[in-house]
């Protein structure tokens, strides 16, 4: 199982960013997906899950409106769409998958709102 987010960077508050997160070594199509963050100093959090199909998502409550996770499954990749980003989204963000009741991760990409 491989997992490389890409797509993280520095950005004024207000602005946008497009993770994206490949995944090989799996049948992707079967598993739902995960994106979690840790800012420094604090633990890895939830922010969105996305199903297999991608018909069902779950938020946490501070990117609910501003955060939006999809994926192509054509292409083997996930999605975290995040808009109207504020300095309390800096962090690493990551991107898991649960099989056979192993957690995988990705290396994570940085995100870093600032002005």
């Known amino acids: 199982v491989q997992l490389v987010e890409s797509g993280g960077g520095l950005v004024q508050p207000g602005g946008s960013l497009r993770l994206s997160c490949a995944a090989s070594?799996?049948?992707?199509?079967?598993?739902?997906m995960s994106w979690y963050r840790q800012a420094p100093g604090k633990e890895r959090e939830l922010v969105a899950t996305?199903?297999?199909?991608?018909?069902?998502?779950n938020y946490e409550d501070s990117v609910k409106g501003r955060f939006t996770i999809s994926r192509d499954n054509a292409k083997n990749t996930v999605y975290l769409q995040m808009n109207s980003l504020n300095p309390e989204d800096t962090a690493v963000y990551y991107c898991r998958v649960t099989r056979s009741w192993q957690n995988y991760w990705g290396q994570g990409t940085q995100v870093t709102v600032s002005s």
């Open positions: 996305i199903t297999s199909a991608g018909g069902g998502t």
């Open positions: 070594g799996f049948t992707f199509s079967n598993y739902g």
